[in-house]
């Protein structure tokens, strides 16, 4: 049972940069999620992806888009990279087809390193 | 909204003793869940346990238990004969439905906690 995968493990850019992430869920699921998680803090909620529409979005400017393939991966894409930016960003997938809806399976993690 | 608060920023417990990390929450809704995640060094997050608010009884699974204290909004984690291998940043969090079928986590700032040998 493949689980929720992350590709690249690491990346450095420089500001005003782009970049993208990428994120296969655990197999059987169909929603993704993504998190910033900053140095010494807890993960906070980007956006939500299902059916390859984004359905929920928390408090991250619009340099922040994201978007999900018919097979349920997805990308995040950050424009002009701040280095602010510069975090752990985690993927998270779940399904809404199973009791647990609500529980969320992370993958490891992409690090960005701004400079 | 919802906000979690873990007040330990770092707990240590003897190598096969008990410890419990602990975990306050406010939302104002009804059908809302809790985890608590375990993230070692190698960086993934990883489940540890989930309780469904609506049931009154505390969830096990194996050496990890709730104290799920709903009036209270208390969730705290108890860790028994602690292994090595638990040392990591424990994360609590809660979920809840947020509309279009959607749930969100929001988490605390962890606890980090250390396993004396």
């Known amino acids: 049972d493949a689980g929720v995968t992350q590709s690249p493990t690491h990346l450095i850019k420089t500001r005003g940069q782009q970049v993208t992430l990428r994120c296969s869920p655990k197999?059987?699921?169909?929603?993704v999620s993504w998190y910033q998680q900053a140095l010494g803090q807890g993960p906070q909620f980007i956006f939500q992806?299902?059916?390859?529409?984004?359905?929920q979005r928390g408090n991250f400017p619009d340099r922040f888009s994201g978007h999900q393939f018919p097979n349920y991966s997805s990308e995040l894409n950050v424009n002009a990279l701040l280095l602010g930016d510069s975090a752990l960003y985690l993927c998270?997938?779940?399904?809404?087809?199973?009791?647990?809806?609500?529980?969320?399976?992370f993958g490891p993690g992409t690090r960005l390193l701004v400079l | 909204a919802q906000t979690v608060t873990q007040s330990q920023p770092e707990m240590s417990v003897q190598e096969a003793e008990t410890v419990t990390l602990s975990c306050t929450y406010d939302?104002?809704?009804?059908?809302?869940?809790l985890f608590w995640y375990k993230q070692p060094p190698s960086r993934q997050m990883i489940l540890v346990i989930r309780?469904?608010?609506?049931?009154?009884q505390n969830a096990t699974e194996n050496r990890f238990s709730v104290n799920f204290q709903k009036a209270a909004k208390s969730f705290s984690l108890k860790i028994s004969d602690s292994q090595l291998g638990d040392a990591a940043m424990y994360f609590c969090?809660?979920?809840?439905?947020?509309?279009?079928?959607?749930?969100?986590?929001?988490f605390g700032k962890g606890t980090k906690l250390s396993v004396i040998p």
């Open positions: 309780q469904e608010a609506y049931k009154q």
């Open positions: 992806y299902y059916e390859e529409e984004e359905r």
């Open positions: 197999s059987g699921h169909d929603t």
């Open positions: 998270a997938s779940s399904s809404h087809m199973r009791l647990d809806q609500e529980t969320q399976y």
């Open positions: 939302t104002s809704e009804s059908d809302y869940y």
């Open positions: 969090a809660s979920s809840a439905y947020s509309g279009a079928g959607s749930y969100q986590l929001t």
